[in-house]
C-alpha cells in the first residue's frame, strides 16, 4: 500500500549540506516541470552546487523502482503500490473558454450541454483525454466529452482555447492569469473536480540516499510558495 509521509523533514540533514555531491534523477509532467519544478531546481542548485539534477520532461507514466528516475512527481491519485508519496499541492482544475468562443457559441450550463460544443483534450498518463471526472457531494461522477481537439501538451491546448477553438479544462494555476486578465472565463464553476493533487513519488531507498533525501525535503518546503507565485503571474 502507498506510504503517505507527514514526517518533518530532519534536522540533522542539514549539516554539512554544501558538501553533498552526486546525482538525482527528476521525472515531471510538461505543465508543472516547465513552470514550478525548473525554477524549483534552480534554487536547489544554489545552495547544493555539488549535486547534478537530471530533469526529465513527459506525461508518460513512470512506473517506479525505475533505473532512470529517483523522483518522480506525479498529478492525481497516487498508484497503490510499495511508494512513499508526499504530497507537494493540492491541484484544482478549471473549465474555461474564450470570451470570444462564448460568444460565438454559449455558454453550458449543465455536463450534459457539453457535449454540444467544442471541447479541447488534454492527454496524461494512461487517462482518456475525454473522459472528465468530478465530485457531486461525497460521490465521484464521471463524462466523456466529444473531442474537437487534442494534444499531451497543456500549452497548446491553452492556446487553443485563448484562440477560440473550444473549451478546456486546465489546472487552475495554469490559467489563473488569463481569468484576472479576462482572456478565459471559467465556466460550470458550481462543479468540483475530482481530486487530483501533485505528489513526489520515490522508493524506499531512495529516501536514505542523502542527496535525494535534501531533494525532497527541499521540494515538500518550496512547492507551495513556487506554484503560488506562478498562479500570481510572478
Not at 508543472?32 to 525554477?39: E, H, K, N, Q
Not at 539534477?53 to 497503490?80: E, F, M, Q, Y
Request: proline fraction near 5%; glycine fraction near 6%.
Amino acid at each position: 500500500h502507498l506510504l503517505l509521509s507527514t514526517q518533518r523533514p530532519s534536522g540533522s540533514i542539514n549539516e554539512n549540506i554544501h558538501k553533498s555531491q552526486g546525482s538525482i534523477s527528476v521525472s515531471a509532467p510538461f505543465g508543472i516541470g516547465r513552470y514550478v519544478i525548473a525554477d524549483l531546481v534552480r534554487a536547489f542548485r544554489a545552495e547544493h552546487p555539488g549535486i547534478q539534477i537530471k530533469l526529465h520532461l513527459t506525461d508518460s507514466l513512470i512506473r517506479l523502482p525505475d533505473d532512470s528516475i529517483d523522483v518522480a512527481i506525479k498529478v492525481g491519485i497516487p498508484p497503490d503500490s510499495r511508494l512513499i508519496a508526499h504530497k507537494l499541492a493540492s491541484n484544482e482544475h478549471t473549465i474555461c473558454a474564450s470570451p470570444g468562443y462564448l460568444q460565438k457559441n454559449g455558454e453550458p450550463n449543465t455536463l450534459q450541454e457539453l457535449k454540444q460544443h467544442q471541447i479541447i483534450g488534454l492527454r496524461q498518463y494512461e487517462e482518456p483525454a475525454n473522459l472528465w471526472r468530478f465530485l457531486d457531494g461525497v460521490e465521484s461522477t464521471s463524462i466523456r466529452v466529444p473531442l474537437s481537439l487534442e494534444t499531451n501538451d497543456g500549452d497548446v491546448a491553452v492556446r487553443w482555447a485563448l484562440e477560440g477553438l473550444g473549451i478546456i479544462r486546465r489546472a487552475h494555476w495554469h490559467v489563473s492569469q488569463l481569468i484576472k486578465s479576462n482572456q478565459l472565463v471559467p465556466i460550470l464553476t458550481n462543479l468540483q473536480s475530482s481530486p487530483s493533487d501533485i505528489y513526489a513519488l520515490h522508493t524506499i531507498e531512495t529516501r536514505k540516499v542523502k542527496r535525494a533525501s535534501l531533494f525532497l525535503d527541499f521540494l515538500k518546503k518550496n512547492f507551495a510558495t513556487s506554484m503560488s507565485a506562478q498562479r500570481a503571474g510572478n
